[in-house]
């Protein structure tokens, strides 16, 4: 689904540019009701155009003001330019069908909302109620639709369509071009690109159900292999952010997990056709790096994982999470002994018992290092409270607040941590492993050993992410009271302006008398909106309203902890295979959940079970693949053939397979899959051929899928897993090369 800006036809020329074969269906009692349409929107597009664009301008012109005022004309100018882009993408393709109804009203629906000069509606945006129907009547439940039409578009020209009568009425039967859905089938079977397609025209009733559904609590969509999951995902993203007012989300609130970067790429495109461009996007270790880099740790986002599978186990559980909070505790224990604090007016002892008051005084929630400012506050208001009224109260505090033994003596007792010091004395301190997760076995320590405290896997990255986010920025205090500083100078010095200005015997321009107001000297002083962080806008280490998380059946409890403690609302959108989990995933989505802190009564599950990505030839050969390892796997019927069996060859034939592959066809995206690191023939140069291990290969979809070596992903359930979800990529053929001297055949 590649960008392009579509031609908009001329007043008197045609949307259709149907090939020879489907003259059939451009007969003017089919297609002229429609031409008229059309024509009505491109005026109304042209129009919005221009308008947009002088709103733009102006909006560019106006200044940009303080605080909230800065936050809404920046909005306004991303809002203004999304939309645009998306009318200058599309022009005319940005319909994408219409329904009749029985009452004769024809609705067409579009990716946006589009009215005339006169108000009435041309288009309905795809996201509201209005436009449901068009998605979800079905021949059991026409939801009062008669017919409906859907569009296949190139170039900013309809090549095609396909029209589904939903009523038993010969008139309405006749005024539409029924096929059997061949339209369908015929743009299921295109040629990939390397970016995953526009779909938005042909999304299914179940999957538009799924889409619609409500953002409370976590709901689970399982499906196998091309059910449509990502494309529930993806549509289910715009469509929550377009019901924002309903759903509590805001723009850039929403976040979007994929499996890895390939997969991000892969989607790249999709989101954007659908009018969204600020949904942001990360992998799971994406999203700890983002936090671990804002400390001065980055460069984390590529770790290798973890060679030892128990090692990872280990690191991956909620118990090895919650041993971060025991090695923090463990550096929070308040001083045994007491201690004399001289001043210039009074000696002070501060005693064991106001030591453990301060440090009970830290809120809940206050990060570690940050929590000094509370501490130290605390322990001043106990001796202020011993000095009595015989001292002066602020001199007192100055000098207590900033006495040197005092501070050593804090920071000794409740030293300044980062996390990676904190995670890397877990792995080279036997003992303190042993303090803060004593269930672990001696030959469990003895396995988390190594020798260097910084060799990182992929399997810390939620450790880290956890440690970073209980001890918070070790120079947060230092940094909060440096800009109380700077702001109270700043302040200083606008009253001094003020004070001057009102003062000045020349005032030529009467601004005097407006400074003596009481609201503009606030409004000039206040300077508490610049450089807010608060005004900043939504970034990988903040929060979100929703979270939804493709292929969620590979995340580890670890990594599950990390999403919801950036979903405090619990709102998540789960999609994934337990079929096609590389690890054992012998419970249900419930159970794992509730595992992590999501209560059962708060996840709900929908399934998908038709495949309308993988012919039913590749399939047939994959479902044995996987049921030998789990005969209850949910193995989704294709609904159309390719005509192409499965070949199979040797190794030696990888070069000839793909030269032959990429001589017969002119378009699409081949892929040979094979162990991580196998050593591969030689192939042809072309940026049409990829060559990635299964686990890279999960959510994409190829055109010829070319699997090397199958044997060599191993035995059990991953390599079974892997097998599977390298077959299953295929769109169109699959090749197995094998290791023996066997000439290529098909099964």
């Known amino acids: 689904m590649g960008a392009h800006t579509s031609a908009m036809p001329c007043q008197n020329a045609s949307a259709f540019a149907l090939p020879d074969h489907l003259a059939h ?58 939309v645009l882009t998306t009318l200058r993408r599309f022009g005319l393709d940005v319909c994408i069908g219409h329904f009749a109804t029985a009452g004769g009203e024809r609705v067409y629906v579009g990716r946006i909302g589009l009215l005339d000069a006169a108000g009435t509606p041309l288009l309905v945006d795809w996201r509201t109620p209005a436009a449901e129907p068009f998605f979800a009547a079905t021949l059991a439940d026409p939801r009062g639709v008669t017919y409906r039409r859907r569009y296949r578009w190139s170039g900013g020209r309809i090549v095609d369509y396909w029209d589904e009568v939903l009523c038993d009425d010969d008139e309405v039967a006749a005024r539409t071009s029924l096929d059997d859905q061949s339209a369908f089938v015929a743009s299921l079977s295109g040629a990939r690109t390397g970016r995953m397609r526009d779909v938005l025209s042909t999304i299914r009733s179940d999957q538009d159900a799924i889409i619609r559904a409500g953002a409370r609590g976590a709901l689970v969509v399982e499906g196998g292999p091309g059910t449509g999951k990502t494309v529930v995902a993806l549509h289910r993203a715009a469509y929550l952010l377009h019901e924002q007012s309903r759903s509590g989300l805001s723009r850039g609130n929403l976040l979007l997990v994929g499996p890895h970067r390939p ?36 460069g984390l986002a590529d770790l290798a994982d973890e060679t030892d599978s128990e090692v990872a186990r280990l690191k991956s559980t909620v118990e090895m999470v919650e041993a971060i909070e025991a090695g923090v505790r463990f550096y929070e224990q308040p001083p045994e002994e007491s201690m004399l604090v001289q001043t210039e007016w009074v000696d002070l002892r501060i005693t064991r018992a106001d030591w453990a008051e301060a440090f009970a005084a830290v809120e809940d929630g206050t990060p570690h290092n940050e929590a000094h400012t509370q501490i130290r506050e605390t322990l001043v208001e106990v001796l202020l409270e011993k000095a009595g009224d015989e001292v002066p109260t602020d001199h007192l505090r100055a000098e207590l607040l900033t006495d040197p033994e005092l501070r050593r003596t804090l ?9 990676e010091e904190l995670v890397g004395d877990l792995w080279t301190v036997p003992a303190y492993l042993r303090l803060c997760a004593p269930w672990l076995s001696t030959e469990q320590i003895r396995l988390l050993q190594r020798p260097g405290p910084q060799a990182w896997t992929s399997a810390d990255l939620p450790l880290l992410d956890a440690a970073r986010l209980r001890l918070g920025d070790p120079e947060h205090a230092r940094l909060a009271q440096r800009r109380k500083a700077e702001r109270a100078a700043e302040l200083e010095r606008r009253r001094m302006v003020i004070d001057e200005v009102i003062a000045a015997n020349d005032d030529p321009e009467g601004v005097a008398p407006m ?31 929703h979270i939804i998380v493709d292929e969620a059946q590979e995340l580890t409890d670890a990594q599950w902890l990390m999403l919801l403690r950036r979903c405090p609302s619990g709102s998540l959108t789960v999609v994934g295979d337990r079929a096609q989990s590389r690890r054992n995933f012998d419970e249900s989505w419930a159970e794992r959940l509730h595992r992590v802190g999501l209560s059962p009564g708060r996840v709900s599950q929908v399934g998908l079970s038709i495949n309308y990505r993988t012919p039913s030839e590749v399939m047939d050969a994959a479902a044995p693949v996987i049921r030998s390892v789990r005969p209850d796997a949910n193995v989704p019927e294709s609904v159309r053939s390719s005509g192409v069996p499965v070949e ?33 023939p030689d192939i042809p140069a072309s940026d049409r051929v990829r060559s990635l291990s299964p686990a890279d290969a999960k959510g994409l979809e190829f055109d010829l899928v070319v699997l090397v070596d199958p044997e060599s992903l191993g035995s059990g359930v991953t390599g079974a897993v892997d097998r599977y979800v390298a077959m299953t990529r295929a769109t169109q053929q699959l090749v197995v090369l094998n290791s023996e001297r066997a000439d290529r055949s098909t099964t």
């Open 25 to 82: 269906k451009t007969d003017p009692d089919l297609i002229g009701a429609d031409d008229h349409h059309f024509a009505a929107i491109s005026h109304a597009l042209a129009d919005k155009v221009s308008a947009l664009s002088a709103r733009l301008d102006r909006r560019r012109r106006d200044p940009a003001g303080r605080g909230a005022q800065t936050i809404d004309r920046d909005a306004d100018i991303r809002r203004l330019v999304a």
């Open 263 to 298: 997969y991000l790429d892969y989607v790249a495109d999709v989101l954007p056709a659908l009018g969204e461009h600020s949904v942001q996007t990360a992998t799971v270790a994406d999203l700890a790096a983002a936090g671990l880099d804002g400390i001065g740790l980055g």
């Open 411 to 419: 920071y000794r007792a409740w030293p300044m941590l980062r996390p």
């Open 515 to 545: 400074l003596r107001h009481r609201d503009l000297q606030e409004a000039l002083l206040d300077p508490s909106t610049e450089d807010d962080p608060a005004v900043a806008g939504p970034r990988l280490t903040g929060t979100f309203g």
């Open 648 to 680: 199979c060859g040797r190794i030696d034939d990888l070069s000839v397979v793909i030269a032959d592959w990429l001589a017969e066809h002119s378009e699409g995206v081949a892929c040979v899959i094979s162990a991580p690191g196998a050593a591969l």
